[in-house]
């Protein structure tokens, strides 16, 4: 049996049920245009609930609707829950989120291209890919949008970001998940193949990216993503709703796999081939849930806690306002002389009968703030933060590096799933900015440059010089920086990682990271980045440098010994091989030469000392006076 529809393998499949109209991959484009507007209408008519849950996590975390975004609707839904009436007075769902946000986006995944055998040259490819991906999200800002990608998933349960095409460079957006749409039973599994992309566009943009379409783009009406009632949000902008629809392909083989570019009211493109067998989008997912597409945010984990909080909240605030001032009490028929009753100083009250009491009550019991404050606690345990990360603070003589990195440790093992999901995410950014360069680069003879930052400049990465076959390499994804963010855990750690002999005193240098070692260390790094410049070219191009008295010789000697022995292991060529012995060669005979220079300055130095201390000298001799025996 097929496991994808438990049809029976071997026999003829049935004709797809499916009603024609909804097919629109198999269509013309005005026909297509059409099939879509219905298929997304369907889908919104039966996906109303989740429109109304992303409605409600964004009032939680920002204490506003989604007003111009999803039309009138958000303030329909506000009128009838309990939950959207009033402004929050204690924002748990925002101070949680932003807590695991800062926590989490700290650290920056760097996805790796790691070669699957091979000789040198596939190694060298694997590395320069590794920076080709690097310069593509240093022109993106990968890592800003990464950031609110993981906000976006916390709130709303998934952080999605487009890569596409724009000015036939690679190009990065982000996307709120209101304006994808995919039918619910195909994505059971998690994995529609068919999806929908609805978004705003200015009128004017679109009559200039799409010239030829002038008299679809100027009949389609006013944008609107989700309904087409007069209730609407009314608005001055000239929008129009614009719709991009993917098919994948049903197989390695199959020619069923379209996208195409949709208005209401007609076509901006042709139906155009999509032979990839993902849809173009990077997505961060907060917590799956056990079926289907779309994942669970904080905001909906939590929320039942930020309601029953705002409650207990409106009972402090009320019982404060009705019994927060003290009471006077005065026997019925006592003559007291009320205008005597003031807030003078001193002032004098005279009675006859019962004097006045003055009672102070308690107007709140202290069971209610007990009970908001462990409500605030149990938000903050459940999706796995101490309060203490939400005030920046630490325990009390936690003070040690090795302390404070052991409790981050501790502190982290809650956010290990997340975290890997979160790595997952840019693995998948950097596959589909692989994927739209190659496209690019197919049109342009296979090259595509892009810019990365180096130390001090940026260097050009051609992908022609960078790109391998899917079969000859794997991907990974490491933190940029594993070690701990604070001065004293990390210098505790490199410590003991030069202790143990991981790393050279040089090494540990670069692992401290800190901006005035940086400083200081800038006239030897640009040594060791020249060395290595030189190397690159021999290995790289076989383009040879000598040496020079004036380089760190010692430093040439032990990066030209590693580069020696990696072309070995890696079959480098046997012409680039014997460039690098050469080199080695003359960096020892300049050693050799320097050593003996110094030798002989050594002796001279003792010479001269010698002659300076002197030698006594014999006495004089004269015939007048007898010598001395």
Request: hydrophobic share 35%; with cysteine.
């Amino acid at each position: 049996m097929d496991h994808k529809d438990f049809y029976e393998r071997g026999k003829p499949r049935p004709e797809s049920d499916l009603p024609p109209d909804k097919r629109w991959w198999t269509m013309e484009p005005e026909e297509a245009s059409r099939s879509i507007t219905s298929v997304l209408e369907t889908l919104k008519d039966y996906q109303r609930q989740r429109l109304a849950q992303y409605i409600l996590s964004a009032r939680l975390y920002g204490n506003l609707p989604l007003m111009g975004l999803l039309g009138f609707s958000a303030s329909k839904l506000a009128a009838s829950q309990n939950a959207l009436r009033s402004r929050l007075t204690y924002n748990v769902v925002q101070s949680v989120i932003d807590t695991a946000q800062s926590k989490m986006v700290k650290n920056k995944p760097k996805p790796y291209f790691l070669s699957s055998g091979g000789n040198y040259r596939i190694h060298r490819k694997a590395k320069l890919l590794n920076r080709f991906i690097e310069g593509a999200f240093y022109e993106n800002r990968a890592y800003d949008e990464g950031a609110e990608a993981f906000r976006q998933g916390a709130v709303f349960g998934d952080g999605i970001t487009h890569v596409f095409e724009k000015n036939g460079r690679v190009a990065h957006e982000p996307v709120l998940p209101f304006e994808l749409w995919i039918d619910e039973v195909e994505a059971t599994y998690g994995k529609p193949r068919q999806l929908h992309r609805v978004k705003n566009v200015d009128r004017e943009v679109l009559l200039a990216l799409y010239p030829k379409k002038a008299d679809v783009i100027l009949k389609a009406g006013l944008s609107d993503l989700e309904d087409t009632s007069n209730h609407s949000y009314k608005n001055v902008s000239d929008m129009v709703t614009v719709r991009q629809s993917w098919h994948l392909p049903s197989g390695p083989k199959a020619k069923d796999g379209k996208t195409i570019v949709t208005v209401d009211g007609g076509a901006l493109t042709e139906m155009l081939p999509w032979e990839h067998d993902v849809f173009p989008f990077a997505r961060f997912k907060w917590s799956p849930r056990l079926w289907g597409y779309w994942s669970q945010g904080i905001a909906e984990q939590i929320q039942n806690i930020q309601l029953q909080v705002n409650e207990l909240l409106a009972v402090i605030q009320r019982s404060l306002h009705l019994g927060g001032a003290y009471k006077i009490f005065l026997e019925m028929g006592s003559k007291v002389v009320k205008e005597a009753i003031n807030n003078e100083i001193g002032g004098i009250v005279y009675y006859r009968g019962a004097k006045p009491e003055y009672v102070v009550p308690q107007s709140v019991d202290p069971v209610i703030f007990q009970e908001v404050n462990q409500q605030i606690q149990r938000a903050y345990e459940q999706v796995g933060i101490s309060t203490m990360n939400a005030t920046g603070q630490k325990p009390v003589g936690l003070n040690s590096g090795k302390a404070m990195r052991e409790f981050d440790d501790i502190a982290a093992d809650r956010f290990l799933t997340p975290g890997q999901r979160y790595q997952t995410y840019y693995l998948d950014l950097a596959r589909l900015d692989l994927m739209v360069a190659r496209d690019i680069a197919s049109r342009h003879g296979g090259h595509y440059k892009v810019r990365t930052p180096s130390k001090g400049f940026l260097e050009g990465i051609d992908l022609a010089d960078a790109d391998l076959s899917e079969e000859e390499y794997s991907m990974q994804c490491f933190p940029i920086s594993s070690l701990p963010s604070d001065p004293a855990g990390r210098l505790q750690t490199v410590q003991e990682y030069v202790q143990a002999g991981f790393y050279t005193p040089r090494q540990a240098k670069k692992l401290l990271d800190f901006p005035d070692l940086e400083s200081v260390d800038s006239g030897q790094q640009a040594a060791e980045d020249y060395l290595c410049k030189v190397l690159d070219e021999i290995t790289d191009e076989g383009k040879y440098t000598p040496p020079e008295p004036s380089d760190d010789l010692a430093l040439a000697d032990e990066l030209v010994a590693e580069r020696y022995q990696e072309g070995k292991l890696h079959g480098l060529d046997e012409e680039k091989l014997a460039l690098l012995l050469l080199f080695r060669a003359q960096v020892q005979e300049l050693q050799d030469a320097a050593q003996q220079e110094q030798q002989m300055k050594q002796m001279q130095a003792q010479q001269e000392a010698q002659v300076q201390q002197g030698v006594p000298q014999a006495p004089p001799v004269s015939d007048l006076m007898p010598q001395a025996t």
